[in-house]
């Protein structure tokens, strides 16, 4: 099993900054991908952007020059830098952790809110 812990979520108003963080511990060496999604009130959950074992990221059209994902693989942490927030960034953000079969793992979540 593989678990996660977020941190970093917070209040920001627009055009600021907050970095998260995901703490992976347990079958770490099962972890291909990590990653960060996120669920606004009434929506769907969706991708923000994930980075896999060997550092290839994938980011939202949405995210893209705002967002950066980083890896620390000696640390099982993944990070997720965000700049120039946008009210529209509000939303839970949670972290995920893909195994190389495929299986998901999910951190439980950490909100973040930007005010206008």
């Known amino acids: 099993q593989v678990q996660l812990v977020e941190s970093g979520g917070g209040l920001v108003q627009a055009g600021g900054s907050l970095r998260l963080s995901c703490a992976a511990s347990?079958?770490?060496?099962?972890?291909?991908?990590m990653g960060w999604y996120r669920q606004a009130p009434g929506k769907q959950r969706e991708l923000v952007a994930t980075?896999?074992?060997?550092?290839?990221?994938n980011l939202a059209d949405s995210v893209k020059g705002r967002f950066t994902i980083s890896r620390d693989n000696a640390k099982n942490t993944v990070y997720l830098q965000m700049i120039s927030l946008k009210p529209e960034d509000t939303a839970v953000y949670y972290c995920?952790?893909?195994?190389?079969?495929?299986?998901?793992?999910w951190g439980q979540g950490t909100q973040v809110t930007v005010s206008s």
């Open positions: 347990g079958s770490t060496f099962s972890i291909n991908a």
């Open positions: 980075i896999t074992r060997l550092g290839i990221t």
């Open positions: 995920n952790a893909r195994t190389w079969a495929g299986g998901d793992h």
